[in-house]
């Protein structure tokens, strides 16, 4: 009977005990993972941490909340990314003149742009956005958020350019250069080019503006950046729905 008792008490306060620690609970997104696992993590500790019960209680009462403890915090995650940022927004309507077609692969890490210019196709591939935060020198553009791209220039056969940029809000930095032939096996080693800093000046001036007539430019990556981080957004809330679907199951 006393055991019976103590088991009616424990499944009231385990409820008592989640619903006191969601006050404590913040949103995260996608790069604050991290702190989404330590809230995780700490309130299971917390729910198997001993308490003033018998070890067999205990180990009843942990085993029927932690489940529901971790499904409450990824619904509460669901809730503040919905809140934080409109899931629609990613398919906010393109600006006029933008000069690539978007294919956005759901589920993917990347967004992918086409279009054809006088003869040549131009493919990028738009990849997540390193997002920066806080009181960072705005000045410096290491302490600002990108996007990083590759860019590939083709024509109908033969070699084709590749470019991999970082994509500031007020410039694009050209990190590499390569020259690369489709029919060459992967395992090639390929020579890539010196370092892009160590060419010469006039020749990284012509290189930027041979991106920029391409459609590589500020007027474009700033959209995307926009984009990329509401893409972001959206991939991080079905991946959580995804851990609620399991454990709803």
């Known amino acids: 009977m006393l055991i019976n008792k103590l088991i009616r008490s424990a499944s009231r306060l385990v409820p008592i005990a989640v619903r006191a620690s969601a006050g404590s609970r913040w949103c995260s997104h996608r790069h604050h993972s991290s702190a989404f696992s330590a809230t995780v993590n700490g309130r299971l500790k917390e729910?198997?941490?001993?308490?003033?019960?018998?070890?067999?209680?205990?180990?009843?009462?942990?085993?029927?909340?932690?489940d529901e403890s971790l499904l409450?915090?990824?619904e509460y995650e669901i809730e503040c990314a919905n809140d934080s940022y409109s899931v629609t927004e990613a398919e906010e309507e393109v600006p006029e003149g933008f000069p690539f077609k978007i294919e956005n692969r759901v589920g993917s890490e990347t967004v992918s742009l086409t279009r054809e210019y006088k003869g040549e196709t131009i493919s990028v591939e738009v990849y997540m956005p390193n997002l920066v935060t806080g009181d960072e020198d705005d000045d410096d553009a290491s302490n600002q958020s990108s996007i990083p791209l590759v860019v590939k220039t083709s024509k109908r056969s033969g070699p084709y350019l590749e470019f991999g940029c970082t994509a500031y809000?007020?410039?694009?930095?050209?990190?590499?250069?390569?020259?690369?032939?489709?029919?060459?096996?992967?395992?090639?080693?390929?020579?890539?080019?010196?370092d892009f800093g160590d060419l010469d000046e006039n020749l990284q001036k012509a290189l930027h503006r041979y991106l920029e007539i391409k459609g590589i430019k500020a007027s474009t990556t700033n959209f995307l950046h926009g984009y990329m981080i509401n893409k972001d957004t959206t991939e991080y809330v079905e991946w959580l729905k995804k851990i609620q679907k399991f454990l709803q199951a």
């Open 47 to 66: 729910l198997q941490s001993p308490r003033s019960f018998p070890s067999i209680l205990h180990l009843y009462s942990t085993e029927i909340s932690s």
């Open 169 to 194: 809000p007020a410039e694009i930095v050209i990190d590499s250069l390569s020259v690369k032939h489709p029919e060459n096996s992967e395992d090639q080693i390929a020579y890539e080019g010196p």
């Open 72 to 74: 409450k915090s990824v």
